[in-house]
């Protein structure tokens, strides 16, 4: 992994704001997402969300918080929070995401399919043997 400055910045930041790790940080869709290690998520969040909502401020950028996962499935439920799946299985390589409603399912692929394509990147980044990723 290869940051720019600017990400070293941001990472360094985080970590000394919230007094935890960060695994990863990239940009998607005018996001800035951290993943943080196993644990940490709600002490990177703070009480009432007070960390996010200073860092956001101070970085003028929206962030989401990611907490990192041996597992994939809990890992992509953390990822697309607070999108509630109604089930998250995996068979032969491939992760099912039942979503619950026809708009959660819209919210999960995205336009163009950008989300589903972004959340297929970052879980085989984390996880080489999932191959594939489908939303039923």
Known sequence: MKYDLETIQFINLFEKKTQTNVK?????????????MPGQ??????????NV????SLINK????????ENPI??????IAP??????TAENDVIFIKASSTKDKGMLIGRDANRLNHLKK???????????????
């Open 24 to 36: 990863d940080c990239f940009f998607e869709n005018g996001l800035l997402i951290f993943i943080v």
């Open 41 to 50: 998520a709600s002490k990177a969040v703070g009480k009432q969300g007070i």
């Open 53 to 56: 909502k200073q860092l956001a």
């Open 62 to 69: 929206k962030i989401k918080i990611v907490e990192f996962n």
């Open 74 to 79: 809990r890992f992509i439920k953390s990822y």
């Open 83 to 88: 999108i509630t799946a109604e089930d998250i």
């Open 122 to 136: 970052i879980t085989q980044k984390y996880y080489p043997n999932v191959k594939d990723i489908k939303i039923v």
